[in-house]
């Protein structure tokens, strides 16, 4: 225990205002999505806008990237769920669908593991594709209210956790570890809401 304290005082924390306000809406995001309340979309957006500044500064390309589609994402979250003529009610793929889904993303992050480790100045390459890729799938799920893209969040935000807590985003790790907490208690809730309406 001695050992651990000793080691968290020796870590020079590098929590800009940027980064907070980031992670400050971050964090507002999944919680009302959790929550499924619209104004979550709003929250993404503004923390998005920002990370596209930071996972660039951090030469975290495939993450810009993601942070770029999440802006879009958030755009059409927002209208997806608004559609008040035919709300979105939670569900859940087949197996099969999520079986492709892994094959698919799996090609990916190692196709794109290649082309930033060969062609750019990427860090960690594999992890950042890896996180982007599945981000990808798991976030068009929450759009449609699937229910395991809490369990692809939970895999994915305990893999960012050391991602950015690698490039000295410590405020950013730390939001990845309380996203991984939120996740679960995401898919538990979602997982009771479609149980009842079966």
Not at 56 to 80: D, H, I, K, R
Not at 170 to 197: E, P, S
Request: charged residues 10%; contains cysteine.
């Amino acid at each position: 225990m001695l050992e651990l304290i000793t080691l968290i005082k020796s870590i020079d924390f590098n929590w800009s205002l940027l980064e907070t306000c980031a992670v400050f809406f971050s964090l507002a995001y999944v919680i009302l999505a959790a929550k499924e309340n619209i104004w979550c979309w709003a929250a993404a957006i503004i923390s998005v806008s920002i990370y596209v500044y930071i996972c660039y500064n951090a030469q975290l390309y495939a993450e810009t990237g993601l942070q770029v589609f999440y802006f879009f994402m958030a755009v059409y979250g927002y209208f997806s769920w608004s559609n008040n003529n035919k709300p979105l009610q939670i569900s859940e793929w087949k197996i099969n669908t999520h079986l492709l889904i892994i094959l698919a993303g799996s090609l990916t992050t190692f196709l794109l593991g290649f082309l930033f480790s060969t062609y750019t100045n990427a860090k960690m390459p594999i992890i950042d594709s890896l996180t982007t890729v599945f981000s990808i799938f798991a976030t068009y799920m929450v759009v449609k209210k699937i229910l395991s893209n809490w369990l692809y969040f939970i895999i994915i935000d305990a893999i960012s956790i050391y991602l950015y807590f690698s490039r000295e985003l410590h405020l950013t790790a730390l939001l990845f570890l309380f996203y991984t907490f939120i996740a679960v208690i995401g898919f538990i809730k979602w997982n009771r809401i479609l149980q009842k309406n079966e």
